[in-house]
Nanobody, 126 residues
């Protein structure tokens, strides 16, 4: 079992920044890949960013490339999402998720993620 707890959400004006964090526990964090997803009002859950367990591979949705950065600290069992130049369309509940596959990968498929956090709300005002 893996437990994931997100933090760092809030209300920010367009153009501002937020940093989300996700704390993991339950299994050796350095052996699984991590991802961030989001779900806006009335929308499907969508991929945002992913990072492999080695930190060598990352992936981003086109809508956030150049604005968001995913990182991980295996010593602290955390994965973070730095979000800059936020837009109102970034408003959503953000979830971190764990992909337990042994391969060192950064996948954008939500079906590959076995464990999910409870989510943190990000609201960007115009």
């Amino acid at each position: 079992q893996v437990q994931l707890v997100e933090s760092g959400g809030g209300l920010v004006q367009a153009g501002g920044s937020l940093r989300l964090s996700c704390a993991a526990s339950g299994r050796p964090f350095s052996r699984y890949n991590m991802g961030w997803f989001r779900q806006g009002p009335g929308k499907e859950r969508e991929f945002v960013a992913a990072i492999s367990w080695s930190d060598r591979n990352t992936a981003y949705a086109d809508s956030v490339k150049g604005r968001f950065t995913i990182s991980r600290d295996n010593a602290k069992n955390t994965v973070s999402l730095q979000m800059n130049s936020l837009k109102p369309e970034d408003t959503a509940v953000y979830y971190c998720a764990a992909d337990m596959d042994y391969r060192d990968r950064a996948t954008d498929s939500r079906y590959e993620y076995a464990y999910w956090g409870q989510g943190t709300q990000v609201t960007v005002s115009s």
